[in-house]
């Protein structure tokens, strides 16, 4: 089966004066997958988008998959306004609650697919006593809470780690990168197995050529990885 790659850029990375524009473009570039971040000010010490954002989102993109990355202490909270809202995916970070299988199968039964953030301070092995309760696995290569920070290099060998416990364990979770993903690090990652990337202003945004562009240039750049593979 071949590797499936998703560019999904952060709104994180939008000013909210540019934000509908912002998915507008993104959205003729070729994005499907949209990475919306909820913050509490507890978790990390920084807010982001309301719930609401999501089912604006939705309704004027209804074919869009929403990714939503909970950094809040309480994710069973948010799991009915955010089913309500139209989120398709929901991560949130291991150490946030003890209620880390409760919080999966919660999501589960609400209809979504569900994830653990891995922080960069966390091993990668931390996910083995709830593998078969994981849709999806986001590794950071950033410090959690704000937008634009650079790449941890570290963070490469840590993608294969993931991809090689995928493997052994026969559970076939997607591994998603987040945080300041930048040209010189996607093709190592796909390389180590990663499918998601959360995109931002190294990327898609802030660039010479447009957001339009820059998407179809990102996605050539995951091609080439998996060319490398081959």
Known sequence: MEQMLINCPSLANSSLMELAEDVKLLYEGGARWFHVDI??????????????????LKRKYPDITADIHL???????????LKAAGADYVSFHADCTPFVVRSLRAIHD?????GVVINPSQKTDIIEPYLQWLDYVVLMSVEPGFAGQKFM???????????????????QFLISVDGGINYPNV??????????????????YQQEDGIVSACHRFEEEMKKGLQQIK
């Not at 913050?39 to 604006?56: E, F, K, Q, T």
């Not at 950094?71 to 306004?81: G, S």
């Not at 609400?110 to 569900?114: E, L, V």
């Open 39 to 56: 913050m509490d000010g507890h978790y990390v010490p920084n807010l982001c988008y309301p719930v609401r954002a999501i089912s604006d």
């Open 71 to 81: 950094m809040v202490t309480d994710p069973l909270a948010y799991i009915d306004r």
């Open 110 to 114: 609400a209809g979504m697919k569900a």
């Open 153 to 171: 290099p570290e963070a490469v060998p840590r993608v294969a780690e993931l991809s090689a416990l995928r493997e052994r364990s026969g559970h």
């Open 187 to 204: 093709q190592p990652c796909v390389r180590n197995g990663a499918n998601i990337f959360i995109t931002g202003i190294y990327t898609v």
